[in-house]
């Protein structure tokens, strides 16, 4: 499935994150800072436990 996240912030970037994981391809659209840090880093969720879940 094909997903477009309008606004990669708290709320765009977990969900965008747990679809990208469970096999949805997924597309980040996001402007100035965050859209620099999508493109040099990929998007990482911290969870409460101290986990980490990347998505490329």
Known sequence: MNIAIVGAGAIGGYLGV????????????????????IQANGMTLKL??????HAP
């Open 18 to 37: 747990k679809l990208a994981l469970s096999g949805c391809n997924v597309t980040f659209i996001a402007r100035g800072e965050n859209l620099k840090a």
């Open 48 to 53: 409460d436990d101290g986990t980490s879940l």
